[in-house]
């Protein structure tokens, strides 16, 4: 085998009758096979409509892709022809075959004819040239994880510096950029003595300035913005955002306004390049468009090729409220202290375009108050094992903080909110997560009792639980075993814990000295966060704390939300677990505790009875850390007309459905079925007569009080 490795996003190796794009970010390379032994030569990116990393050119009369998710055709101008679904032929044109596998690809002939073959079998792509010609390869890294680590001193106007190099992972200056798969994982940043930004991590040019006081939380605050306008950011400067045309648009001063404008700024900016793009790569029609398209000064496809600030001229003459009930909700918004602990969070916080507040002191408290022994190096982090107050907070939309904006010196923190660490997001990076399907659950149970009440829950487990069991009073070691075990995914504790600590049956385990845990837990009785974030220290994806105890019907439909892809904070509130008991999470609340299906983005639709046979229904999809804004979400349904939107935008059928059409809804894979108030899972076995009893009952309720209905299954029982 040869190769080619010069520590560049991507490579190409060849191996016989075989080159194989290696995207180095990724670990991983997808093969294409020629009809002769493969020499690559160098070739220029600028070959391809589409962004890529590096290119090379060679010599074929066809090729065969084993691998992939999809491959589809285009015009070599970009202009989108078709999926490779069904055998094609396609006259003489210049043409570029985008591939999506386990890296991304493309392959560029010029006046030739094509046929492809093998597509509807599931077997390998054969694409075949009419002659022997020169074809262009070119790769780009899916660039999930961050390419490089910036080192900042404790100095705004260091962070300042760093800040603006984050657009770095941006592959495209277009409008393009709204596509979350194009925005590529900013580059970290860790705390040291002096800034070390490296050279591999080229500073975008967009023409964007923003200027900010000196402090912290000013930087912080417009941290994700200047990552997805690739501005630089200015420490010490009026408040204003600049642009190489001679315009400045002022800032506020004061912090909650800066905050208020900067998201308005970066709402818009995303909503309208969305818009933008509906021509792009990936032609779309879009459900937005047909709600604000009329309203805008310009169409929004003319300014395509325009630059950043070109662009941004244009939307700023945008009022806010025009575009305002188009914005899709935001997956997690962060809550960061004023001091320079929070500056490692940013990297991550700007991958997802979170928003950023500032409140509470600027250090936390580094005692650890269970007593245990932080990990070594962990406070340097901003993180202790199992500590209260932490080092940032977040929210969600989907699960409300009554109180407003919290902050990290609450102590305990409000119910709905999430004690956000640097950990969560770096075990996302390292941890896989369990398939759905093959999600296996544990219960650790204080007593006989709590036990009958889980194997209550699961007697029919809901959907995507493969399997599950139950420890009753477990030892140490046996607990140790199970939490270690390499198929769990979801641990749910009753037993009783004090900060990172759990009371076994013939002593103490400290969560903060395991070496793995599941990488979901769910902990009963904790009364605050700490043991929650203690799993997440110790490599869990996210924990829930919840300070009573879950019901059989309320635990299994949280099980199986958590097992069906459904983000964290959606499935507390989906199962009404705040009904029963306060709850705190520890990591980003829009994390997911399995693989999602189709492309990450998991679905709600709310079905609410208006008789027993008539019910109106609604349906949003749901914002994720895998479902990032600018994902189009397009769901399919007989009874409606329906057109792309953005992930988290909400939507109201055109009409009520009958009872038999919201049964057709409940298999769906990618989304879940609240109906009044109850999730439906496929397992369920519902029927009419259960939907009309469900209408009846809600119909009931509701003259008097909004129900409490959490039942999963149609029994013909309230739990």
Not at 187 to 215: K, Q, Y
Not at 271 to 288: H, K, N
Not at 380 to 391: V, W
Request: hydrophobic share 40%; charged share 25%.
């Amino acid at each position: 085998m040869t190769g080619s490795g010069d520590g560049r996003r991507v490579t190409f190796e060849t191996a016989e009758r075989t080159l194989y794009v290696r995207d180095a970010l990724e670990g991983e390379r997808l093969a294409l096979r020629f009809d002769r032994e493969p020499d690559p030569r160098p070739a220029l990116v600028d070959l391809f409509a589409l962004p890529v990393d590096r290119a090379v050119s060679l010599e074929a009369a066809w090729l065969s892709i084993p691998k992939y998710a999809t491959v589809s055709v285009r015009e070599s101008g970009g202009e989108f022809i078709a999926e490779l679904t069904d055998d094609l032929t396609l006259p003489c044109g210049s043409y570029c075959f985008d591939v999506v596998g386990v890296t991304k690809a493309f392959v560029r002939a010029v006046d030739v004819e094509v046929s492809a073959t093998g597509m509807a079998g599931g077997g390998a792509v054969e694409v075949a040239f009419d002659r022997p010609t020169t074809v262009t390869v070119g790769g780009r890294s899916l660039h999930t994880r961050p390419e490089a680590t910036m080192t900042v001193p404790d100095d705004p106007a260091a962070l300042a510096a760093a800040v603006s190099a984050l657009g770095s992972s941006i592959a495209e200056a277009s409008p393009e950029r709204s596509w979350p798969t194009l925005r590529g994982y900013p580059p970290r940043i860790a705390r040291g003595d002096e800034l070390d930004i490296p050279a591999s991590l080229e500073t975008p040019d967009a023409g964007v300035e923003i200027g900010v006081p000196a402090t912290y939380a000013d930087v912080y605050r417009v941290a994700p913005l200047a990552y997805y306008l690739g501005a630089t950011v200015v420490a010490g400067a009026d408040p204003a955002v600049r642009l190489d045309t001679g315009y400045a648009e002022p800032l506020p001063n004061e912090g909650t306004a800066l905050e208020r404008r900067v998201s308005e700024l970066l709402g818009t900016t995303l909503f309208l390049d969305s818009l933008s793009r509906t021509e792009g790569y990936v032609p779309s029609e879009r459900y937005e468009y047909e709600r604000v398209g009329g309203e805008l000064p310009f169409y929004p496809p003319n300014l395509a090729d325009r630059s950043m600030s070109d662009r941004l001229m244009e939307y700023l003459e945008v009022d806010f409220e025009t575009v305002e009930p188009c914005l899709p909700d935001r997956a997690t918004t962060a809550v960061l202290r004023p001091g320079p602990a929070g500056m490692e969070l940013l990297g991550h916080l700007a991958h997802l375009l979170a928003p950023i507040r500032v409140r509470g002191s600027p250090t936390a408290s580094v005692r650890d108050r269970t007593g245990s022994r932080a990990r070594a190096g962990s406070r340097d982090r901003g993180e202790s094992a199992g500590s209260d107050p932490p080092i940032a907070a977040a929210m969600a939309s989907d699960l409300p903080v009554p109180s407003g904006t919290p902050s990290p010196d609450d102590a305990p923190l409000p119910s709905g909110a999430a004690a956000l660490s640097v950990a969560a997001y770096e075990n996302g990076l390292t941890r896989s997560r369990p398939t759905r399907g093959d999600f296996r659950a544990t219960f650790l149970a204080d007593s006989d009792e709590r036990a009958r009440a889980f194997e209550r829950a699961m007697t029919e487990p809901p959907d995507g639980v493969d399997a599950w069991e139950i420890l009753v009073r477990p030892t140490r070691e046996k607990a140790r075993d199970l939490l270690a075990g390499p198929g769990v995914g979801l641990c749910l504790c009753s037993l009783p814990a004090d900060g990172s600590r759990i009371a076994c049956s013939d002593g103490v385990l400290d969560v903060a000295d395991l070496e793995r845990v599941p990488t979901t837990t769910v902990f009963e009785r904790a009364g605050r966060v700490a043991p929650a974030a203690s799993a997440v220290t110790a490599g869990a994806l996210g924990a829930i704390a919840v300070d009573g105890v879950l019901g059989s019907e309320r635990l299994r439909t949280l099980v199986g939300l958590l097992a069906s892809a459904t983000p964290f904070a959606a499935s507390v509130a989906l199962a009404r677990v705040r009904e029963v008991a306060d709850v705190r999470l520890a990591g980003d609340p829009s994390a997911i505790a399995v693989t999602p299906e189709q492309g990450g983005t998991q679905g709600l639709v709310r079905v609410r009875s208006l008789s027993e046979t008539e019910h109106a229904v609604a349906w949003r999809s749901l914002p994720s850390v895998e479902a990032r804004p600018g994902t189009e979400y397009h769901p399919l349904f007989e009874w409606a007309d329906t057109l792309p939107e953005l992930v988290g935008t909400e939507r109201e059928g055109p009409r009520p459905l009958s009872t038999a059409e919201v049964l057709d809804l409940v298999p769906e894979p990618d989304s879940v079925v609240d109906l009044n108030g109850a999730i439906v899972f496929e397992r369920d076995g519902a029927t009419e007569a259960d939907v009309r009893r469900s209408a009846r009952l809600a119909l009931a309720e509701r003259s008097r009080s909004s129900g409490d209905g959490i039942s999963a299954r149609f029994d013909g029982e309230r739990r």
